[in-house]
């Protein structure tokens, strides 16, 4: 049965006042199941019971504790992954073998940051005056975690994990076009050990409990994943009582491909990376630029590679693009596209719907586009790249740059020296060398500019989710 309540202090709760958030399956077009949207009296019960179990029991859990719970929750996550993996390619029409991956990813997740639990150290500093001094590393109570419907799963455990492995409660707060998976993680956890009020899951709309989670007194800290625009207007709530906000924001990542590069296997590999769940990555490698001389070739094989992506039914296990997660965001991507043909500039592959029903769009290759163009510089969300060459590294550079986001990048290239440059010179917080691969749970990931602030993942984010504290013993 799928769960579509709230999950609060241990338990499945309706909402106060009844409202319900209709879930749609994006492939089929139809309602499959109502969803309880909390109100702000709920997120006030669950930002209160989260205070409560943070002080009464989570805060000061013995590490050892805390680890064995956490790895119980990966391990339960694992027990249940095709249940979560069915359950997310239903509500946002993602294939069944990328739901799978995400789910365990997931675990993953947990596993890394049980483990980091009697890993994550202060420092003993040898402070002028003498005496002794060190660093603790404390929880800063309760967490507010935002996350998008493009990957539910594995964002909200990127959030989660490391809050309570630090020591903090949590209320997670999905999409509301992905709320599923959000909530059964609720209760798995809980089935897994985590105590009652120290995960608390509150689907319900962003415009109407944003507000109240980016203000209340009680929340430490707002970990947020979504849109540039809202975004910085939790940081501008936030900034009034000064809570701490890490900001995961959009992207508009550049795929640079050199001359001497491997162009066979960057064309292979690069279809993917501005593709994968049908464009809707803020990792999305939506602008390539290729080096003149390498550009026809490049091109010609991109193209091939990207007509042989299988686009379709998302419950199929050889589905590799699915639809999008509903009307409206392909409406916006079929807006970029008609303005770039407007424009003049060449559809290459796609730009079509490839079936009457269900929210699907062909992946979209534009050729052509001036760095002024919309296409090129707006976050599309959806499966459309444009392809321009290049000649000369600086001028590209300054057009990699000449972007207000900074989150991650490709490079192809087989000039070491070259890599170690260019990498240094682009405005991203992730980068891959003769790779796309931009998410390792060991490693920081995050973004420069208005792709963010703060890291997801690796040690990075368990900083984010402590205070840091100086003590200091006299002699
Ligand atoms: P969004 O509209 O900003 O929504 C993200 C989350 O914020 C949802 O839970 C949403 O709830 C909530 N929200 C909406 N209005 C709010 C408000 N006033 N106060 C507080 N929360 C509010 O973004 P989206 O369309 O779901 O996601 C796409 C964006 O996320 C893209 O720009 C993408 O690049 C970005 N993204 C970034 C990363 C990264 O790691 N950098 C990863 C994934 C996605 P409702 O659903 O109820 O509106």
Redesign the pocket.
């Known amino acids: 049965m799928t769960e579509t309540k709230l999950f609060l202090n241990g338990d499945f709760k309706n909402s106060s006042d009844g409202k319900l958030i209709p879930q749609t399956n994006p492939a089929t077009e139809q309602v499959f199941c109502e969803v309880s949207a909390a109100s702000v009296a709920d997120v006030q019960v669950a930002i209160d019971g989260a205070q409560q179990t943070f002080e009464r029991e989570w805060r000061d859990l013995s590490p050892r504790k805390r680890t064995d719970i956490l790895f119980n929750v990966a391990k339960v996550i694992r027990e249940n992954l095709e249940t979560l993996a069915q359950l997310e390619s239903q509500n946002v029409g993602k294939p069944i073998s990328d739901a799978r991956d995400e789910i365990a990813l997931g675990a993953r997740v947990f596993e890394y940051y049980a483990g980091a639990i009697t890993k994550f150290c202060g420092q003993t500093i040898p402070v002028a005056r003498g005496g002794f001094d060190f660093t603790l590393r404390q929880p800063m109570g309760v967490v507010a975690a935002?996350?998008?419907?493009?990957?539910p799963f594995p964002?909200a455990c990127w959030k989660v994990a490391p809050a309570l492995a630090a020591g903090n409660t949590v209320v997670l707060?999905?999409?509301?076009?992905s709320p599923l998976t959000a909530i059964l993680l609720g209760q798995l956890a809980y089935q897994a050990g985590v105590p009652a009020g120290a995960l608390q899951v509150v689907p319900?709309?962003?415009?109407v409990i944003?507000?109240a989670?980016?203000t209340h007194p009680l929340i430490r800290k707002v970990s947020?994943?979504?849109?540039?625009?809202?975004?910085s207007?939790?940081m501008g709530l936030a900034a009034r009582d000064l809570k701490r906000v890490s900001l995961?924001?959009?992207?508009k990542s550049p795929n640079i491909v050199f001359g001497d590069a491997d162009i066979a296997q960057a064309a292979a590999s690069s279809p993917m990376s501005v593709f994968a769940n049908t464009g809707q990555d803020?990792c999305a490698r939506s602008r390539m630029f290729v080096e003149r001389r390498a550009f026809d070739q490049f091109v010609e094989l991109f193209i091939a590679e990207t007509k042989k992506i299988v686009v379709g039914d998302p419950a199929l296990d050889a589905t590799q693009l699915g639809p999008l997660v509903s009307a409206n965001q392909r409406a916006v991507a079929e807006e970029f596209i008609e303005g770039a043909r407007k424009a003049g500039r060449v559809i290459a592959h796609g730009g079509q719907r490839p079936s009457p029903k269900g929210f699907y769009l062909q992946p979209t290759i534009v050729l052509g586009a001036e760095p002024t163009d919309r296409v090129w510089q707006e976050?599309v969300?959806g499966p459309v790249v444009c392809i321009r060459p290049f000649d000369d590294e600086e001028q590209m550079l300054r057009e990699v740059n000449a972007s207000r986001y900074g989150?991650s990048a490709s490079l192809w290239t087989n000039d070491l020296k070259r890599a170690l440059r260019v990498s240094r010179r682009i405005e991203s917080g992730v980068i891959s060398i003769n790779s796309h691969s931009s998410v390792h749970v060991e490693a920081p990931?995050?973004?420069f500019k208005q792709?963010?602030l703060g890291r997801?993942l690796g040690m990075a984010a368990m900083e984010g989710y402590t205070e840091l504290k100086n003590i200091y013993v006299a002699e």
């Open positions: 935002i996350v998008p419907w493009n990957f964002i707060k999905p999409a509301s076009q319900g709309q962003g415009s944003g507000d989670l980016a947020f994943t979504g849109s540039t625009e809202i975004g207007r939790i995961e924001l959009g992207g803020c976050e969300f989150l990931f995050g973004g792709s963010g997801d």
